[in-house]
């Protein structure tokens, strides 16, 4: 073997010891941020403590599109934070404005279904949500669900 041979041996293993330790450091370190990331997140975002249930007293009947017609009856779960039994109207219109025109395909699967419900309860947690940040609903629950 010559000695540019041997002089070139140790310098590539030298480049590739370097290369292998910079990517540990960097894998570490991200690992490390995104576990920090991760872990502030979900005690920021912990959920509220469920209070009572209020139920909207008279299903609705929604029209869809095509002639059709859903039969909605819904209760809303108040947070432990509500000082008391909420007002569903602004619920009901929110539910009424989501609902209708939509096809019957949509809400016969159940991702259709869970979709919509997600929706409708994203603009029922921000609409049951004080100016002070106090949010006053954390859920919906479907008592009736009938499309014809």
Same mark, same amino acid.
């Given at each position: 073997?010559? +000695?540019?041979? $041997?002089?070139? #041996? ?6 590739? /010891? ?8 960097? /894998? ?37 599109? %095509? ?5 909605? !009856?819904?209760?809303? $779960? @108040? +947070?432990? %934070?509500?000082?008391? !039994?909420?007002? +569903?109207? &602004? #619920? ?6 989501? *609902?209708?025109? =939509?096809?019957?395909?949509?809400? &016969?699967?159940?991702?259709? =279904?869970?979709?919509?419900?997600? %929706? ?8 049951? +949500?004080?100016?002070?940040?106090? $949010? ?5 629950? *479907?008592? @009736?669900?009938?499309? @014809?």
């Amino acid at each position: 073997m010559s +000695t540019d041979a $041997q002089a070139e #041996a140790p310098k590539k293993s030298k480049k590739m /010891l370097m290369i292998i330790v910079i990517a540990a450091v960097v /894998l570490l370190g991200g690992g490390a941020g995104a576990f920090f990331m991760l872990k502030g997140d979900s005690a920021e975002a912990a959920e509220p403590e469920k209070g009572v249930v209020t139920a909207i007293d008279e299903a609705l009947t929604i029209n869809l599109a %095509d002639g059709h017609y859903l039969k909605l !009856a819904f209760s809303l $779960q @108040q +947070t432990a %934070d509500a000082a008391e !039994a909420v007002d +569903t109207s &602004e #619920a009901i219109e929110l539910a009424i404005d989501e *609902y209708t025109g =939509r096809k019957v395909a949509e809400l &016969e699967t159940e991702k259709g =279904r869970t979709a919509i419900k997600e %929706d409708l309860l994203a603009k029922i947690e921000k609409a049951y +949500t004080t100016k002070d940040g106090v $949010q006053e609903v954390m859920g919906i629950y *479907y008592t @009736q669900f009938v499309t @014809q």
